[in-house]
């Protein structure tokens, strides 16, 4: 195990680094899932009570879509295509792909993020955490087989965390 | 004392005989015991290995075949039951340039050494191990040993042994060992060409030898090995030859798929090109031979595996000498100084 | 938690403190420890240490079983062990308080790292309440720090992770401590820039968490006091730090270079002697042949076939591993070849408690083979002391062809002290010659003087002969069931071992040669006893201290020194093995002192126990 204080390689399990004497045993001790980190890693992503999805077909203008997402408060829509899950509309993917070409109107599908990373009920919020914190999102579409049923965001998870924090 | 491979000095070393090796000792096994022809023999291929008498050692544990050393006129040492093989390894790490013969038996080896034989044969520590099975404790008097056969009658089980047997030459490959070869006491000949082998060969040899008891297990393998039967009921193998046996030589052993079986030259369309040769490096002809037995099959003796590795004690000093190499040979000095180390000057006291 | 202190900072010189950093496996305490030592030691100070590390491999953090100490002592005297009791303890966390709040004594010092005592950390090891808030430490004299937050808070603007900047706080806690005795920190910068010079971010990481601490210490008004430990006055020299496993594996070094022999280890890997095997097998470079064997008979037989072929067979265990070895140590006391056996004793009996120090085999080795088979028995006292005996081990089995037991222990192995580095040119000499004469050469031909067989070596022309476990008969040595020649040489191998007794130094005495009471002991107890009785003796007591280093045979003048005191008590960590070997033979009544806790004896409790024997024998006639 490369010690990370100094660089050295020491063997595998040595408790102190042989050249430098910094302690090793923390580094490779499996932490047990306890508490927080076992309710983040047990618990399934149907409780954080993510709302239904905003699906909308791909053909949609994208310029009605703005203004409705402005007017609903919606931050996230999900494009189908016959119905399947074909991509995701964000208010990000409106800042980023409509900046400085003002309020044309196209499909939505020429704008969306497609085929988004997407999750199921039974998966657990610390894989929701994981794919947003790798992929650098803040939405995740859940669906059944291809069909969008909800959207876990970022907000939902923190809002989960801080309600269990106290 | 040098490094060469069989310790020789540069000057010629004197021809030695067979009565070299032959001690003062009175021998004293049972008479008629399969012990007297191994000892003849072993005397006998002694002078070819080119060591001076005085670089040949061997180590035996106990049992009957623990009093070998006493009879051998070069250096021995009687040891404890069953821990030959571990004091073999300790002496060749420390002396590379003897020759060094390990005798032991069945019990010995199998029992209570069981484990010291498998991780000499492992490490391919440079000894020759040749052990006598007479499939029975002989010393203390008759009782089972890991090779009788199920359901022996002996002292210690009066109702017969309620053990399974194990084939030595399978634990020797379980062991990865580099030499596996067995012969039977009786055949002179054959033990000398065996022992010859195991002699040379450069690692770990380790030499099963059928062994006749007569007082305590007597005719244990006399069914197959006794003159008038030995050429149909026994498999002598050579490297690269088919495996044939019989008084004519025309019944040999064929892989059927996987399976070996016994077939005669001339019936069914069989030819010697359907014989199977035999490999000595092959793992796995080595451990259908070494699960082979009578009276289902030929019992194969002679050399059933024969590979090259480096030996455990040429390891040993090849990283001292890397050591020595990249290090510079050790200075005590800066040995005991090292770490951290502090100065108390002199007090004016 | 802050006071604010209207006394102004004071400065009061001690002659010895003893400090114990304690804390999770992960807060660096061992290192704390060392660089705390080496500090002391380089300063001047006379130092003892005992690391106590946790038993098992990996626990959770900030468990009970995750705990790791290292308690060390420095004085301005010559000090022997590493304090009964700490002075001042650091805690890092609620486990490291709660398994080690037992030895501060009442008014000791406590200075904790507040940041880990939390709900969670407190919930782990039962705390059902801080007891940092809830008056329960009342009786100490408590400081607590949250040297997790000033430590990150000095790490700040250094590209560190957080655990990298976590990993600092040792340094923290370190650099408190030398402001708290008034240390300098040179030499622990000197030694992050050497040993971080490849990462010079982490190294400014660590020097800025050390300074932090200093001028924590400094600044903050929570201390109201420094304490000053000047110097001790120690012999003149270079020194450096030892365990008992070091100057094991470094005498058994010089033991073959002194004899021009190879060196041949054989060993099993069994805790506390594994260290010697590991250290061992670096020394390639000097021609040491190590060797892991598949278990401990195998590595005892390696050993006595390595001493077959001339090499110094050495194989090193612990109790268990002892037990095991003991047919093979009695093959090698009938073929009376030179071996030497390691035995770190632990608490047993079995398995036992493996990181826990004992010293239960002493009568193991003298009688744990069949029939009389006796080997000679050395017991290093001091952990430097280990590499002397290793070499007078050898200097015993060569010249008299015969296994050497080496008792050591958990204790020894583990704990350092300052050692003297000798120049190898004034190392005793003890290489013997092989034999290699044929005329009149047999094989237990015995040398008048010594009793010794000759060494013929495998490779020597014209000296073939067996050897082996059957009984050989006396001179000639072929194998014989021949009574009288059986007791012969049964008494032989006595005397052999017997006539040793004239070879090794007498035994000293430390204090008046004659007096109330004389405590005698052997082995690890050394530094507690010495430090008892230089107590004692302060206080007028007529109490003298001699340390057996020879087991057997004893010195020649051991049963005239022990007769020279009215009592003889021996204090030992097992329930009375040297008690019985001395009233057996001196028919002396002595008495015992027997504690078998797994850890070694208070100062205190050898001088109470003392004072009642000196007690006992003022109230009873003389």
Not at chain 2, 53 to 79: A, K, W
Not at chain 3, 304 to 312: C, E, H
Request: proline share 6%; glycine share 10%; charged share 20%.
């Amino acid at each position: 195990m490369i010690c990370p204080v100094c660089n050295f390689g020491n063997y595998p399990g040595d408790d102190t680094c042989a050249n430098c004497g910094a302690d090793l045993w923390a580094l490779d001790t499996p932490e047990p899932a306890t508490g927080f980190h076992g309710r983040l890693l047990g618990r399934h992503l149907e409780e954080l009570g993510a709302p239904a999805a905003v699906s909308v077909d791909g053909a949609a203008d994208v310029v009605e879509l703005v203004e409705r997402m402005h007017r609903d408060g919606i931050d996230c829509l999900l494009v189908t295509e016959d119905g399947r899950l074909a991509g995701i509309f964000t208010d990000r993917d409106a800042i980023l792909k409509m900046a400085g070409r003002g309020l044309e109107h196209r499909p939505v599908r020429d704008l969306m993020t497609p085929d988004p990373v997407i999750l199921r009920h039974d998966d657990t919020i610390a894989v929701a955490i994981n794919k947003m914190a790798v992929g650098g999102f803040r939405h995740v579409p859940i669906v059944e087989g291809s069909h969008p049923i909800a959207v876990v965001s970022a907000r939902d998870v923190f809002r989960h965390i801080a309600t269990r924090l106290g | 004392m040098t490094e060469s491979t069989n310790g020789t000095t540069a000057t010629a070393v004197p021809t030695l005989t067979r009565k070299d090796f032959v001690s003062d000792q009175e021998v004293r096994w049972c008479p008629g015991c399969g012990d007297y022809s191994i000892l003849a023999q072993t005397q006998k291929v002694m002078p070819d290995f080119g060591y001076p008498r005085e670089n040949i050692v061997f180590i035996s544990g106990i049992g009957c075949s623990g009093r070998l050393p006493y009879y051998m006129n070069t250096y021995g040492f009687h040891s404890i039951h069953g821990r030959a093989p571990a004091i073999a390894t300790g002496l060749k790490a420390a002396r590379p340039d003897l020759m060094v013969w390990v005798i032991t038996g069945d019990g010995d080896a199998l029992s209570i050494g069981g484990n010291h034989l498998i991780h000499s044969l492992r490490r391919n520590v440079d000894l020759r191990i040749v052990m006598f099975n007479n499939r029975i404790y002989g010393l203390t008097k008759g009782q089972a040993s890991p090779t009788s056969e199920f359901g022996k009658v002996t002292k210690s089980s009066p109702f017969g042994t309620v053990d399974y047997p194990v084939s030595p030459l399978a634990i020797a490959l379980a062991a990865e060992a580099s030499f596996i070869a067995r012969t039977v006491d009786t055949h002179t000949e054959h033990i000398q060409q065996t022992l010859e082998g195991a002699g040379r060969h450069h690692g770990s040899a380790f030499v099963e030898v059928l062994q006749n008891c007569n007082i305590f297990n007597d005719g244990a393998h006399r069914e197959f090995t006794d003159r008038e039967v030995r050429d149909d009921r026994m498999l002598s193998l050579e490297h690269g030859k088919p495996m044939l046996f019989g008084k004519e030589r025309n019944k040999g052993i064929r892989l059927h798929g996987h399976k070996p079986e016994i077939v005669t030259i001339g019936e069914n369309g069989i030819s010697e090109a359907d014989i199977l040769v035999h490999d000595e490096t092959d793992p796995l002809i080595a451990f259908m031979l070494a699960h082979i037995y009578w009276p289902e099959f030929p019992v194969p003796v002679g050399v059933i595996r024969r590979i090259s590795r480096p030996t455990h004690d040429e390891l040993m000093t090849g990283q001292i000498e890397q050591a020595v190499a990249s290090r510079g040979k050790g200075d005590l000095a800066k040995l005991l100084a090292s770490g951290e180390t502090w100065t108390v000057e002199g007090d004016a006291e | 938690m802050t006071t604010v202190r209207e006394r102004p900072m004071t400065a009061r010189q001690l002659e010895r403190v003893t400090i114990r950093f304690a804390g999770d496996s992960g807060d660096g305490m061992q290192l704390t420890g060392s660089q705390f030592t080496r500090t002391a030691a380089v300063f001047g100070n006379d130092i003892s240490t005992y690391p106590d590390f946790p038993a098992e491999i990996r626990a959770p953090a900030g468990s009970l079983p995750g705990v790791s100490g290292f308690q060390l002592s420095f004085a301005s005297t010559e000090i022997h062990t590493p304090g009964d009791q700490p002075d001042v303890l650091v805690a890092m966390n609620p486990a490291a308080l709660k398994s080690n709040l037992g030895d501060l004594p009442i008014g000791g010092a406590l200075v904790v790292n507040e940041d880990a005592f939390t709900p969670v950390n407190l919930n782990k090891v039962g705390y059902a309440t801080n007891p940092l808030t809830d008056g329960s430490l009342a009786a100490y004299d408590v400081f607590s720090v949250p040297i997790s937050t000033l430590n990150a808070r000095a790490s700040e603007g250094l590209e560190l992770t957080n655990k990298q900047v976590d990993l600092t706080k040792n340094f923290f806690a370190l650099g408190l401590m030398f402001w708290l005795y008034d240390r300098s920190l040179d030499p622990t910068i000197r030694w992050i820039d050497e040993k971080f010079s490849k990462r010079p971010v982490i190294a400014e990481g660590n020097k800025r968490a050390l300074r932090a601490g200093y001028n924590f210490g400094e600044t903050t008004e929570i201390f109201h006091e420094r304490y000053l430990v000047p110097p001790a006055r120690l012999a003149p020299g270079r020194y450096r730090n030892i365990t008992g496993n070091e100057a094991t594996a470094l005498g058994f070094v010089a033991a073959s270079q002194l004899a021009d022999r190879t060196l041949f280890y054989g060993s099993y890997p069994i805790t506390p002697a594994s260290d010697i095997l590991h250290s061992l097998a670096a020394y390639k470079n000097f021609g040491v042949k190590t060797y892991q064997a598949e278990d401990e008979i195998a590595a005892i037989g390696a050993a006595i076939g390595a001493s077959y072929g001339g090499a110094l067979g050495i194989t090193g265990t612990s109790g268990p591993g002892l037990a095991l070895k003991s047919e093979a140590l009695g093959l090698a006391v009938m073929v009376e070849l030179p071996l030497v056996v390691i035995d770190v004793q632990r608490a047993g009996p079995s398995t036992g408690m493996p990181t826990k120090t004992e010293q239960g085999d002493l009568l193991q080795v003298m009688f744990g083979r069949n029939s009389d088979s006796p080997v000679a028995v050395v017991a290093p006292a001091t952990p430097a002391e280990c590499f002397d005996m290793a070499i007078e081990a050898w200097r015993i089995a060569l010249k008299y062809m015969t296994p050497v037991a080496f008792m050591s222990d958990a204790f020894l192995a583990n704990g350092a002290e300052p050692w003297a580095i000798p120049d190898p040119d004034d190392l005793p000499h003890i290489a013997v010659p092989n034999r290699t004469e044929k005329d009149g050469f047999y094989p237990y031909l015995r040398d008048p003087e010594t009793l010794a067989r000759p060494w013929a070596v495998p490779g020597t022309p014209g000296l073939e002969h067996r050897i082996g476990g059957l009984e050989k008969s006396d001179v000639i040595g072929n194998v014989s069931y021949d009574p009288e020649n059986h007791h012969r040489m049964t008494v032989l191998r006595q005397e052999k071992i017997a006539g040793i007794a004239a070879d090794v130094p007498p035994l000293e005495v430390y204090g008046a040669p004659e007096g109330d009471l004389l405590i005698l002991g052997w082995g690890s107890t050394y530094g507690a006893i010495r430090s008892a009785v230089e107590r004692l003796r302060e206080r007028g007591q007529a109490v003298s201290h001699a340390h057996l280093r020879h087991l057997n045979p004893f010195p020649a003048n051991t049963e005239a020194v022990l007769r020279s005191f009215r009592r003889v008590l021996i204090p030992e960590l097992n329930l009375g093995h040297l008690l019985m070997l001395v009233r057996a033979r001196y028919l002396i009544d002595a008495v015992g002192y027997n504690r078998v806790r797994g850890k070694p004896f208070r100062i205190a409790e050898l001088e109470a126990e003392a004072e009642r024997v000196v007690g006992e024998l003022e109230g009873s006639a003389t």
